[in-house]
């Protein structure tokens, strides 16, 4: 295949994804608006994105801050401003690092289960039972995944903020900063803008784990080994949209 070839089937391929993507988002907002929502499935999905994966998502907030404040604290101190480390590990936290490491964490622990669950029930024809009965896959199936992804994201990103501070407090007193001096310089540098935006870019991510993950599964086919791409598939394209979102989210945010 030539090069131009190639690059236009990977140029259409992006498009028809996106065109997919924003049509299963729609007909999921279309549910959602007219108010036919699954509230135990969405409770009992929000208990598996959000609860189950609090204590991964604490460790990796705890150690996030932990390497924040150890690749600044020392410089900092020699430099005779440790009133700045509470700050700037605060700051990275609630901008970045936090809405970040726990998407990228959800996205491989349950978008990925997402899409091999919705990808299980395409391949053994439990979508087209649902259809057969009646029952819109998209009200039944996405629309819960997408409202746990949307709220529970956010509450998990809280908890690799308190997590991450405490890790980076952990730290930042071996080398020498105090905890009134640590909490201080919290205070004076975080804002609630800065934790408003870190939760809505944590919103969006939700969204977009849910979503990929839905689309995937509901597109699975050839059996076990589809089912298999379709997870590898809403893991990998999560991510990647995650790390791009968040880079036009910062400009618009900050």
Do not use: C
């Amino acid at each position: 295949m030539s090069p131009l070839k190639w690059i236009g089937r990977l140029v259409l391929g992006i498009f028809e994804g996106a065109g997919r993507l924003t049509l299963l988002l729609f007909q999921a907002g279309h549910w959602v608006l007219r108010g036919h929502i699954e509230a135990r499935q969405t409770l009992a999905q929000m208990a598996h994105i959000g609860v189950d994966a609090l204590p991964i998502i604490a460790i990796t907030g705890a150690f996030a801050g932990a390497v924040l404040a150890y690749q600044t604290a020392s410089q900092l101190v020699a430099f005779g401003v440790p009133g700045y480390v509470g700050g700037l590990v605060a700051l990275s936290l609630a901008r970045e690092a936090a809405p970040v490491f726990t998407a990228v964490t959800t996205a491989g622990r349950s978008g990925g289960g997402i899409a091999a669950e919705l990808g299980t029930m395409a391949v053994t024809e439990q979508l087209d039972a649902l259809r057969v009965m009646a029952t819109d896959p998209v009200r039944y199936l996405v629309v819960p995944r997408l409202l746990a992804g949307v709220f529970a994201l956010p509450l998990l990103t809280v908890g690799a903020l308190l997590a991450g501070m405490v890790g980076g407090w952990g730290v930042a007193s071996l080398e020498g900063v105090g905890t009134a001096t640590y909490l201080s310089s919290v205070r004076r540098f975080l804002t609630p803008s800065d934790i408003v935006g870190g939760l809505f870019k944590s919103a969006l991510f939700g969204m977009i784990i849910a979503l990929i993950g839905s689309h995937r599964g509901m597109s699975a086919d050839g059996g076990a080994a589809g089912v298999g791409r379709a997870a590898t598939g809403a893991v990998v394209a999560a991510i990647v949209l995650i790390l791009v979102g968040n880079l036009f989210l910062d400009v618009l945010l900050f």
